[in-house]
């Protein structure tokens, strides 16, 4: 069973704080991602990678960067938290291929105040 | 560009009634098409998934069928149950990235 893991389900953090959300799956997926999910606007992309220290913007990359330095291992970071990043964040990964599915990490809620 | 439309909820049914979740989308080419399900605190999982024109995908009683003619993929329950209450996604991928829908929460009472 593929397996992806994040490194915490519930943060709290203060405004101007640095945050790292680590992601790491253990299914040798080339491609991973990071979404934030808001009540009533669904799944928004914030950055994806198709393999290592590879990386591209999704939709709202603003005020996030990624780090990919090993296959399996994506990590999220908020370079000042601010209060408008609260949200649920979802890591993912797949294979290369239309056909594929992606798999999901159980999310981690980030409460910034 | 891509896009992913699908029924706004919530929808509210009683045990044992028919399911559907409309999903209708936009896109270049002949995507791949998918249903994921999400648990209360949980993340996203596959529901089921159908990757070429008129493959029906079909998993723990839930049917979506790809219509190019249509460009839709509904999902259907004969008969819903208590446990199936949950947000459902409609998604499709491109070459990297996949889109989705809002999701549409259901809610089945006993």
């Known amino acids: 069973d593929v397996k992806v893991t994040q490194s915490s389900r519930y943060l709290v953090k203060r405004t101007g704080e640095k945050v790292f959300l680590e992601c790491v799956q253990d299914?040798?997926?080339?491609?991973m991602f990071w979404y934030r999910q808001d009540p009533g606007l669904g799944l928004r992309l914030i950055y994806f990678?198709?393999?290592?220290?590879?990386?591209e913007k999704g939709d709202i990359p603003e005020g996030y960067s990624v780090s990919r330095e090993k296959k399996e291992r994506f990590s999220l970071i908020l370079e000042s938290a601010s209060t408008n990043q609260t949200s649920m964040y979802l890591c993912a990964s797949s294979l290369t291929g239309q056909s594929y599915e992606q798999y999901f990490g159980p999310g981690t809620r980030l409460t910034v105040t | 560009g891509n896009s992913v439309t699908q029924m706004e909820g919530p929808v509210t049914l009683s045990e044992e009634a028919f399911l559907t979740i409309n999903c209708t989308y936009t896109a270049t080419g002949y995507p791949s098409l998918f249903w994921y399900v999400q648990y209360p605190g949980e993340g996203l999982q596959l529901l089921l998934k159908a990757t070429k024109a008129d493959d029906k995908g079909s998993n723990k009683g839930f049917e979506a069928t790809y219509r190019k003619e249509t460009t839709s993929f509904h999902l259907e329950k004969g008969s819903v149950q208590v446990s199936d209450s949950a947000v459902y996604f409609c998604a499709l991928r491109g070459t990297y990235k996949y889109i989705f829908g809002t999701g549409t929460r259901l809610k089945v009472l006993a």
């Open positions: 299914m040798d997926h080339e491609n």
């Open positions: 990678s198709y393999d290592v220290k590879m990386k």
